[in-house]
């Protein structure tokens, strides 16, 4: 499935933007753009598309969203309406938006694990996001320098968060992860490179780490919080998903793309983690779409 490429640049005075979504019209579609966005929307509901997750929103939504990464908010209210019109308050800004190299600095560790941690969205409890729409309204208001202080106080709020939640799959952006163990780093970044290989074998990844199998298999669950196979399963199935939105792909094709050697294991892995088949999932997603755009 194709996803529209959006184009909203700062204006001339500002380094990023901050806007009342209804300022703009914008059309209801699944779209994409190179800014990390921050989307609040204070009342309403309908269906949320993050990547390959979807979902219900409702009153006091907030989601950061990665460089990239495909999404949708379609509001009951506009269903069926080219326009959706439902109130939210968007921010965009590029990563490099204060220059190359501001976000390198120690202070700003956290900064750049939370973009990391966006390439998949990252949803925001009520609480959270109230405060945040608020600063974000703040910005709407300021000019100068205090829309910079603002924003980066919003961002150190976010990383202050432990009740938010990944939304699209591991496997739909394959991203890198960074982690205070060398080896495991090596070892991620080897699974990212080489998850569609159906051989893949946690015998493999501790070979590559100079590790005997079960000491690198501890290791593994304690950064990560899954076993290796569990994980190489994870990215296959969040990969088979992204796969899986292009209509012209067979299930058996993406099965086997996704680094599955059997169609029925697939099949299995995919229902046991998503409560519904492959086909199912795509139905679902391609109605969702259809609905929003309409």
Not at 26 to 35: G, M, S, T
Not at 102 to 113: G, K, S, T, V, Y
Not at 230 to 259: F, K, M, P, W
Request: glycine content about 6%; proline content about 4%; aromatic content about 10%.
């Amino acid at each position: 499935m194709d996803t529209f490429v959006e184009t909203l640049p700062p204006r001339l005075s500002e380094s990023f933007r901050c806007f009342d979504r209804r300022e703009n019209r914008l059309p209801a579609r699944f779209h994409q753009h190179p800014e990390i966005e921050l989307t609040y929307v204070p009342y309403g509901g309908g269906r949320r598309l993050i990547g390959d997750h979807v979902d219900r929103y409702q009153d006091h939504d907030l989601v950061l969203v990665g460089e990239n990464l495909p999404h949708n908010w379609s509001a009951d209210e506009y269903r069926g309406q080219r326009v959706d019109m439902h109130e939210a308050v968007v921010m965009y800004f590029r990563r490099d938006f204060l220059g190359r190299g501001f976000f390198d600095i120690p202070e700003a560790a956290r900064l750049r694990e939370l973009f990391d941690a966006a390439q998949r969205g990252i949803w925001f409890p009520p609480d959270i996001a109230v405060e945040i729409g608020e600063r974000m309204r703040r910005i709407m208001r300021a000019d100068g320098m205090q829309r910079v202080a603002e924003l980066l106080l919003c961002l150190e709020r976010l990383c202050d968060c432990h009740q938010a939640r990944l939304l699209a799959s591991e496997g739909f952006v394959v991203c890198h992860r960074e982690s205070a163990d060398n080896r495991m780093t090596v070892a991620l970044d080897y699974i990212n490179r080489h998850f569609q290989d159906w051989e893949l074998r946690a015998s493999q990844l501790a070979t590559l780490v100079n590790m005997n199998g079960s000491a690198f298999s501890r290791r593994f669950r304690n950064v990560t919080g899954h076993t290796p196979t569990t994980y190489i399963n994870r990215v296959r199935l969040g990969y088979s998903r992204r796969l899986l939105l292009d209509q012209a792909n067979s299930v058996t094709d993406v099965c086997h793309e996704s680094g599955f050697s059997s169609l029925s294991h697939f099949s299995k892995l995919f229902r046991a983690r998503y409560a519904m088949s492959p086909s199912e999932f795509r139905e679902a997603h391609l109605v969702a779409c259809n609905s929003a755009s309409r």
